[in-house]
């Protein structure tokens, strides 16, 4: 071969050619061309550019000296001819002789930068064992948060250094607090950094039932945690929207949904949405009045019916998704109503909320018992005979004539969610699959059989012309996939429930149903309830965020609700 010098003039176009890399010096050394990165074509780095070593004299000597400096723990071989690829550009050394002690490649004996007689087919390689720790690119991180935030905690506790001063007011009397400054500022919520900078002290008022759980608010400024109850969350909720807290206010206000399950007298439920009007805060309105509406019944039953206030009861008379056993029993609850609360003498007040109830839903011999079963109607006989009139027209008068002389898109001729007799099915099940059982054919295994499915039958219309054109229906649910798939179904997710027609049915251009699902949590409170799609309605579950209300129990009952309505 050859010898192949290359000139001065050489060097001088590659160093102008050259653009080296940041951080690169003479001599360095590169793996090019291996599957990994502790093997590869040996590129050495001189006068700004990088070059290869021909393979003459390699051997295991020069390999470990090149994986030392690339920081390996040492060489497994050296690589011979080309077999990582051929390079480009000079070949820089040839010829080389470590004695295998040497720090740096470029230490050892070579004949000459760049004096070469190879050509790039025997470019040298090497492979050198893996240096797993420097390999290893994973990150583990040291969270020491917790401790900071029971530092933080201790110090306000001990007030060391407190420089801004919270004065709390209530009927039981004052109580002061000291906090810092410098915590407060540290609040991710810059309009409670904004609110506070000017300020040296900040008054507040609170109520005597608020007091006990301030400490607890202000306690949180220092280590966003907080423990709150029924009893405590509409204090934490007034206290965030006074300090401009928006993250707190806004977590305070979704538990309001997963605490009003929780007292059986409602007492809390009515407290709650009187604040939340007064707050002015219109979706934890809805989440309260939503609650007190599914479960009506029990609410009329319970202490706190008396202590709604009229505008509430306005409110919940005006929803169609009130449930109750039928509109009667609603007209009873009323009555109740306002016989506790300032007696029958004020016509005014008592026509607007009797112009609410929905006399036309009223069964035909629920409202000719009236004028002998109710304590009003002696005494308001005028108020009670327009509604009345309604009624009986609705339940007499055919379709078509209703449709050309009254206004039967008001609500009055809307049904509410009605769970008496016979307009609703009720199934008691656990939400746990059938358990395997033994089968003479297959052995043990899941038996395929639904012991749920159910049938019943409803008038085709809650009309008195209708009340002898019946219409059967098919319930089922379903817990697991395959039952689904057994009935010719695909549900998206399980549980599920199944309601549709047993048998087609006459005056179908008449009437459509808005059938419901009504879940109930071990017979305690309603906590879900869903419209039938194409006969179907998937049930939420805690996992999925879905409900509307928890219900931590595997026992639900299953609430299948027939809602006629004459189709406009």
């Not at 934490?236 to 807290?245: G, K, S, V």
């Amino acid at each position: 071969m050859g010898k192949h010098v290359i000139s001065p003039a050489v060097w001088l176009v590659l160093l102008w050619l050259g653009v080296p890399c940041s951080g690169v010096q003479e001599g360095d050394l590169r793996l090019v061309g291996g599957q990994l990165p502790s093997e590869g074509r040996v590129e050495v780095y001189h006068h700004g550019s990088w070059g290869t070593v021909c393979d003459d004299s390699w051997d295991v000597a020069e390999a470990q000296v090149v994986c030392r400096q690339l920081r390996y723990p040492g060489a497994l071989s050296a690589v011979q001819g080309g077999k990582y690829g051929q390079g480009s550009g000079p070949i820089w050394l040839d010829d080389l002789g470590c004695l295998g002690t040497e720090s740096r490649l470029s230490g050892c004996s070579f004949k000459g930068w760049g004096v070469s007689d190879c050509s790039h087919s025997e470019d040298a390689g090497v492979v050198c064992e893996r240096n797993l720790l420097q390999e290893n690119k994973q990150v583990y991180t040291l969270d020491d948060t917790s401790s900071l935030s029971e530092d933080l905690e201790r110090l306000f506790n001990n007030g060391r250094g407190c420089d801004f001063n919270v004065t709390v007011q209530s009927p039981d009397g004052g109580e002061s607090f000291c906090l810092h400054r410098l915590v407060l500022s540290m609040s991710h919520e810059s309009s409670t950094i904004t609110f506070l900078q000017d300020l040296d002290t900040i008054n507040i008022n609170v109520t005597q039932a608020c007091q006990p759980h301030v400490s607890k608010f202000l306690r949180y400024l220092y280590t966003r945690k907080i423990d709150i109850t029924i009893s405590s969350v509409e204090c934490i909720h007034q206290l965030a929207t006074d300090f401009r807290m928006k993250s707190l206010q806004e977590g305070a206000g979704r538990l309001f949904s997963w605490l009003l399950p929780g007292d059986a007298t409602f007492k809390s439920q009515v407290a709650l949405y009187e604040y939340a009007v007064r707050a002015g805060d219109g979706v934890l309105q809805e989440t309260c009045m939503q609650f007190l509406a599914w479960n009506c019944e029990a609410l009329i039953g319970s202490p706190a019916w008396s202590d709604l206030s009229q505008s509430a009861m306005s409110v919940l008379m005006s929803r169609s998704d009130v449930v109750v056993p039928d509109e009667a029993f609603l007209l009873e609850g009323l009555e109740s109503w306002i016989l506790a609360q300032r007696g029958d003498d004020d016509a005014e007040w008592l026509e607007s909320l009797l112009g609410l109830v929905r006399f036309p839903m009223i069964p035909a011999e629920k409202l000719y018992d009236l004028q002998f079963i109710s304590d009003l109607y002696p005494h308001h006989k005028e108020l009670y005979r327009e509604g009345m009139l309604r009624g009986f027209q609705f339940n007499t008068v055919a379709f078509h004539k209703l449709q050309d002389q009254s206004n039967i898109n008001k609500a009055e001729y809307t049904p509410r969610i009605y769970t008496g007799s016979p307009w609703s099915l009720v199934v008691n099940v656990s939400n746990v699959p059938d358990s395997y059982q033994y089968n003479y054919h297959h052995g043990y295994g899941y038996s395929g059989y639904n012991s749920r499915a159910r049938s019943f039958e409803t008038p085709l219309h809650n009309s008195l012309l209708f009340h002898s054109e019946k219409c059967g229906w098919s319930t089922d649910i379903f817990l697991t996939n395959q039952e689904c798939l057994n009935r010719g179904l695909r549900c998206e997710s399980v549980p599920a429930a199944w309601m549709g027609p047993s048998r087609l049915f006459q005056y179908q251009n008449i009437t459509r149903f808005s059938n419901k699902l009504l879940l109930n949590c071990e017979g305690d409170y309603i906590f879900q309830i869903q419209d039938f799609k194409n006969n179907l309605a998937l049930v939420p579950s805690n996992s999925t965020k879905g409900q509307s209300y928890p219900c931590e129990s595997e026992r639900y009952e299953y609430h299948f609700i027939v809602q006629p309505q004459y189709e406009l």
